[in-house]
């Protein structure tokens, strides 16, 4: 198989290098009947080397079969052989006669083998050399002709190919056109979307503009009778409030008065009290009245003065407070009272 | 824009009237915050509701009244006092566990006094409890102890001791008086020279002439008594000590020797001589006998007595027409007059603080014994009696005893320094007289 791929990428240069395959084929012409056909008397009848050239490069089974024959004619040659030796033991004297007779036919039939073969090999070199030169020229010929070929293919080419770009070309300028004239149409459109929705924003805006001014006039509107409300209502709650003030002072006022009085029944001052003794006393009442707790913040310096003091505070069942939450809280829920004798008995 | 400004001017006007608000609020919350205070100038102008308990008792007791009447009786004569009705007391505790202040506070008492009397051989030993019942607490608690036949004394001792821990005084109610009785009449006359107990109780006669005796004067250490007599014909100083009756004569100047007044510290005795011819008050050494002329008017200077302090002299003097209170800031100074308004103002009797000075006051055509003000010149009358003379006042300044008449009958009345109630000693024969209240002895 080697052996064939060699040949066939050999093929392409038997071509190329018939010289070569010439030489090839003489040569093996020389051992063929040097093995072979060394009996052959008449050369002539050999057939052409062109032709054997000309098997040789056609098809390609053909060296096979001359395998084959070479094989079965080895065979059969063995087996000649065997008759051969046979017949050549017989034969051998008279061969040698023969063969010395033979020889000298034969050297000079060589000579004059040798000579033709010679001038065949002149001829045939002459041949091949002009058949080379001729195919060289052929070649050339077809080469030129590839090459013309070539060129105008190229020519075609290129002229198709500047074609083509002149059409692309042409093809991209219009389609650049159509673009430009598309984006132009759409930069039209766009302006005018622009312009309108401009102009729906203006008008929404200056729309805006005047709601909310309407807006502010109302809330200004609004303001202005919230604050009239407000100032009024305001003006009513203080009112209220001093009103309140005045009652929760008025019955403070009251309730002082009311305790004041309760203390001063209750308030034994001792015998060794004297004007400018104050004892303050803080106390811290319930909303019922009774007295929740009593303490002594400023002593007088007398404890029977202080005492009698907190006597009289813790003596109170029940203080006199007003029913109003408000007021108690403010003026009742804690409170001082300043145990001062200005006047004794 | 403008409106917009004009709308934020707006809400900073409005940002500004809220903090204007409550700036207002600020001042109304702090202003109410501004505690409450309740000025109390003036007391109860009656005596305090007291509980004096009827003591239990262990062991043999004396006859005669109960220690806690005793109690009782003295707490009343002061006139700052007024003691429950034993007969409506829910309970009679005897010391503290027994004590419901709940109940005393109901039955509007102020003070429960409570205590045990034990006789331990022969003295009778009390143990004694003062509550305050409006703050629940004791304020006293003590024993004391005193002979079988003594019990008066640990009585007013109990007295005194509560007095004092309710009033921030001493207790006057162990001191003595003297007093001058005068029983029978024209030829039959018998004057007398008593000692008692305040309570007119216990009196022993020291000193009995035909013979008028008058203004009897205690000495600082209440050991002895001066006093004017005319058991010579004419009147004469004595001094008298109690203990042993011993008498010395003071003054026996020719005309007159009288209204005898001790110095606070014992040394000296104020009098009013006419040695001279003209009645003047002098100022008797008793240590070297020398006397020093302290006044030197052609009026009658008169009924001398010192201040609490022993550095001024109040006199009577009629160098202004009618009898005035004067007063000289040392012997010899020029005299102030004090008294005005009225036709007769005499015999001054200094408290012992300074603060007063009574007298015997004539207003329209009764006499009455008024209280003045050293300080305020304030004049109040004390006793609502017509007949009013001789005022003395108790050591403590809070009782005033002075003498009255009664059904035509001279008696001894004491009331307390504020004219708050009088309480009249138990008269004995005759008329009484000339009451001169005893120092505070310990």
Same mark, same amino acid.
Request: zero cysteines; hydrophobic letters at 10%.
């Given at each position: 198989m080697k052996g064939h791929e060699r040949d066939t990428v050999n093929k392409d240069n038997v071509s190329l290098k018939s010289p070569v395959a010439l030489s090839l084929g003489l040569h093996l012409m020389i051992v063929v009947v040097a093995l072979a056909g060394w009996s052959w008397t008449n050369p002539v009848q050999e057939p052409e080397p062109r032709s054997i050239s000309a098997r040789l490069i056609s098809p390609e089974p053909k060296p096979s079969p001359v395998v084959d024959e070479e094989d079965q004619r080895a065979e059969a040659e063995k087996r000649e052989q065997a008759a051969e030796q046979q017949r050549k033991k017989d034969e051998a004297e008279r061969k040698k006669a023969q063969q010395e007779a033979e020889r000298k036919a034969a050297e000079k039939a060589a000579q004059e083998k040798a000579r033709k073969l010679e001038q065949e090999r002149k001829q045939q070199e002459a041949k091949a050399r002009e058949k080379a030169e001729q195919q060289a020229r052929a070649k050339e010929a077809a080469r030129k002709k590839a090459e013309a070929e070539a060129k105008e293919r190229e020519r075609q080419k290129a002229e198709q190919e500047r074609k083509r770009q002149e059409e692309a070309k042409r093809k991209a300028e219009e389609e650049k056109k159509r673009q430009e004239e598309r984006r132009r149409a759409e930069e039209a459109e766009r302006k005018r979307k622009e312009e309108q929705a401009r102009k729906e924003a203006e008008r929404k805006r200056k729309e805006a503009e005047r709601r909310l001014r309407e807006q502010q006039l109302n809330a200004l509107a609004e303001e202005a009778e919230q604050a009239r409300e407000s100032e009024a209502r305001r003006q009513r709650e203080a009112a209220a409030a001093r009103a309140r003030e005045a009652q929760m002072l008025t019955d403070s006022e009251k309730y002082q008065a009311l305790i004041r009085d309760r203390l001063a029944q209750a308030w034994y001052p001792p015998a060794s009290a004297t004007e400018n003794m104050v004892a303050r006393l803080q106390i811290t009442l319930l909303p019922t009245g009774e007295l929740q707790s009593v303490s002594l913040v400023s002593s007088s310096g007398n404890t029977a003065f202080d005492n009698s003091a907190l006597s009289a505070v813790r003596s109170l069942n029940r203080y006199p407070v007003p029913g109003d939450r408000d007021t108690f809280e403010r003026y009742f829920r804690q409170f001082t009272i300043e145990f001062n004798p200005k006047r004794l008995r | 824009m403008h409106k917009s400004n004009n709308s934020r001017h707006g809400l900073a006007k409005r940002h500004l009237t809220a903090i204007g608000w409550l700036l207002v609020m600020c001042f109304v919350a702090s202003s109410a915050r501004a505690e409450l205070l309740i000025r109390i100038t003036e007391g109860a102008n009656s005596a305090i509701p007291v509980a004096v308990v009827p003591f239990a008792e262990s062991g043999a007791m004396p006859a005669g009244d109960k220690v806690s009447s005793i109690v009782q009786a003295d707490l009343t004569m002061s006139g700052e006092f007024k003691p429950l009705d034993p007969s409506k007391m829910l309970s009679l505790p005897s010391e503290r566990s027994e004590v419901y202040f709940r109940d005393w506070r109901m039955l509007g008492q102020r003070y429960v006094l409570v205590g045990q009397l034990t006789n331990k051989g022969g003295k009778i030993e009390a143990r004694y409890e003062l509550f305050d019942v409006n703050r629940e607490q004791r304020i006293l608690g003590e024993t004391a102890a005193a002979p079988a036949g003594n019990v008066r004394s640990l009585a007013h001792h109990i007295s005194d001791r509560v007095y004092e821990a309710i009033t921030g005084e001493p207790g006057a109610f162990s001191t003595k008086l003297a007093y001058v009785t005068l029983s029978g009449t024209g030829k039959n006359s018998v004057y007398r020279l008593h000692v008692s107990d305040i309570d007119g109780q216990r009196s022993k006669v020291r000193l009995e002439s035909d013979e008028p005796i008058l203004s009897p004067s205690w000495s600082p250490d209440g050991k002895k008594l001066a006093y004017v007599s005319f058991e010579t014909g004419k009147p004469a100083i004595y001094i008298h000590e109690l203990a042993t009756g011993k008498r010395t004569k003071a003054a026996d100047f020719p005309g007159l020797n009288s209204a005898p007044a001790w110095s606070p510290d014992g040394r000296s005795l104020l009098m009013t001589l006419s040695k001279d011819g003209n009645a003047e008050v002098y100022e008797k050494n008793l240590a070297s006998g020398r006397i020093t002329k302290l006044t030197n008017h052609w009026a009658i200077d008169t009924e001398a007595a010192w201040d609490h302090a022993g550095k001024g002299v109040f006199f009577t003097s009629d160098r202004s027409g009618g009898p005035q209170i004067y007063y000289m800031e =040392?012997? #010899?100074a020029e005299a102030r007059r004090l008294t005005f308004g009225s036709r007769y103002n005499a015999r001054p009797r200094p408290d012992s603080k300074g603060e007063y000075v009574y007298y015997v006051h004539q207003r329209d055509r009764s006499f009455h014994i008024a209280r003045r003000n050293l300080k305020t010149e304030e004049e109040f009358i004390? *006793? =609502? *009696? #017509? *007949?009013?003379?001789s005022p003395s006042v108790s050591p403590n300044g809070r009782m005033l005893i002075y003498a009255t008449e009664q059904g035509g009958k001279g008696v001894l009345t004491v009331v307390s320094a504020d004219g708050g109630a009088a309480y009249s000693l138990p008269a004995s024969e005759g008329e009484v007289r000339e009451p001169a209240w005893g120092p505070i002895t310990r």
């Open positions: - | =040392r012997p #010899g004390v *006793t =609502r *009696t #017509g *007949t009013d003379e």
